[in-house]
């Protein structure tokens, strides 16, 4: 063997020993891979009890800016009951976005009446929207919903690097690619535009979809201890020249640019809100 061919073979067998010792630190500090953190973060979703919510979902067609799309916003603080039945105690302004046009309702709850507020005016909320918002509640509440969205199952050759400082808390940095196809059918079920645990696009539609994907990316940063969100965000881009009846399932998403970003600041810490002082009767709402 000669001098170059026995140098370069020890260098690798050194680089086989670091990288095993390497695995073997890891291992005995309790590192996880990109995958468990994610499993890991998922599954917590149902721990997240209250903070500042902050969520945008928007769509457009190409060339078109996002915030001339449509969608919707969800903005303000929020704390759930941990018996079924009660009500929340919240704060949450909901804003519908259609083109340049805004229109905003807000729901108020002090964990003891529920308001909404429309056009600057607070009403009593009526008793069957207050029913629903107690249905709305419980141990699983909006936290139940955002676990239907099956994240883990969307993740594509993820990375982690560590994260910024949030409220205090260090967090770890989650970036991958996108299963586009699983993305977008638990977003469809999530909307009610499909029926639970029946995917709406599968076979050929899915390898079409695939296809006209030009780029899509998720982004998760964690609590590094806790493994509890703080933000998501999913930014696809679909060609424009998608197949007719794929536009037709995807209704906004097709041909189009698409963000969803979840914010939840202020994690599992205490919320309250003030009864309004100013607040009409239900029936002044009309219709």
Do not use: H
């Not at 640019?257 to 309004?276: G, I, K, Q, Y």
């Amino acid at each position: 063997m000669t001098p170059e061919k026995c140098a370069r073979r020890r260098l690798r067998r050194g680089g086989l020993l670091l990288a095993a010792l390497g695995a073997a630190v890891l291992a005995a500090c309790g590192g996880e891979s990109p995958e468990e953190v994610v499993r890991e973060t998922t599954a917590n979703l149902g721990r997240i009890r209250s903070g500042d919510l902050s969520m945008r979902v928007l769509a457009a067609p190409r060339g078109k800016s996002l915030e001339r799309g449509t969608g919707f916003l969800l903005d303000g603080p929020f704390s759930l009951s941990d018996r079924r039945g009660e009500l929340p105690t919240t704060d949450v302004e909901y804003t519908r976005v259609a083109g340049s046009e805004r229109s905003t309702l807000a729901v108020v709850s002090t964990g003891r009446r529920a308001f909404l507020r429309m056009d600057g005016q607070t009403y009593e909320m009526p008793s069957d929207r207050e029913r629903a918002l107690r249905g709305a509640s419980g141990p699983a509440g909006p936290s139940g919903q955002l676990e239907r969205l099956r994240i883990a199952s969307w993740v594509r050759e993820p990375e982690i690097v560590p994260g910024p400082s949030l409220d205090g808390v260090e967090t770890d940095r989650l970036r991958s690619g996108v299963d586009v196809v699983s993305a977008t059918n638990a977003l469809l079920e999530a909307s009610g535009q499909s029926a639970p645990g029946r995917p709406a696009i599968t076979g050929a539609e899915a390898e079409r979809l695939t296809r006209a994907v030009r780029s899509a990316r998720l982004e998760l940063v964690t609590g590094a201890e806790d493994r509890l969100l703080r933000r998501l965000r999913l930014d696809l881009e679909l060609e424009a020249g998608a197949p007719p009846a794929l536009l037709r399932t995807l209704g906004p998403l097709g041909g189009a640019t698409f963000e969803l970003e979840l914010t939840v600041d202020r994690v599992n810490e205490p919320v309250r809100v003030s009864a309004p002082k100013d607040a009409l009767p239900a029936g002044a709402l009309g219709g």
